[in-house]
């Protein structure tokens, strides 16, 4: 038996197009999706800010400031480098924590915010296949969970997208300036939280 020699080769990039793999969609379409992705990274920074607001405004006892004040620090710097998932847990026990906190909805924000960032997670790392004749493509995404994203994206998907994540960013705010806080790092109207 004769035993055959594979066929060896390598990918030759001076033949790809311009700007491969992202060449078959518009410059509209990129723009969209990037404008979309830096939106939920302001979301995330707002998300960080309102955690700091609400565990700075948080009452404890006496006796427990000690305790709270060597967890506080730690929690603040986890919560710079955490994720949206990780950011949005904290944000509703912070919320959750803090007696002073009005908002009557919380449970509503913290749902939008969670499936928001499952869109988030498809934009941000899904492998953009080939647009269809309407400029629309289905990104390849597979979650923890084992399910395939199968919905067509285009610019009127990531604009509303984008919409949406901006109206949850104001949201999350309001949390923090409906209690009478300025927003914090902001000029807004309200108490300062931390001099």
């Given amino acids: 038996m004769t035993v055959k020699e594979p066929v060896k080769s390598v990918v030759n990039q001076n033949t790809l197009p311009v700007g491969f793999p992202t060449h078959a969609h518009g410059t509209e379409f990129w723009e969209c999706l990037g404008r979309t992705v830096a939106t939920f990274g302001f979301l995330e920074e707002v998300l960080v800010k309102a955690i700091f607001a609400f565990t700075a405004t948080t009452e404890y006892s ?27 847990d904290t944000y ?19 749902n939008d915010l969670r499936a928001a960032s499952k869109i988030r997670n498809v934009l941000c790392h899904g492998s953009w296949r080939m647009p269809d004749s309407n400029g629309a493509s289905i990104p390849f995404f597979v979650n923890r969970q084992k399910e395939v994203f199968e919905t067509s ?43």
């Avoid at 400031?65 to 949206?84: M, T």
């Avoid at 803090?98 to 909805?105: C, L, Q, V, Y």
């Avoid at 990531?158 to 300025?182: D, F, P, R, Y």
């Fill in 62 to 88: 006496e006796a427990e400031i000690e305790e709270a004040y060597s967890k506080w620090v730690p929690k603040l710097e986890r919560s710079l480098s955490d994720q949206l998932g990780a950011l949005i």
């Fill in 153 to 195: 994206i285009d610019v009127a998907f990531l604009n509303q997208v984008q919409k949406h994540a901006v109206e949850l960013s104001c949201a999350v705010i309001n949390t923090v300036t409906h209690m009478g806080w300025q927003f914090p790092s902001s000029n807004g109207p309200g108490e300062v939280v931390w001099r």
């Fill in 92 to 110: 509703g026990k912070s919320v959750r924590d803090n007696s002073d906190a009005t908002i009557e909805n919380l449970d509503d924000l913290i």
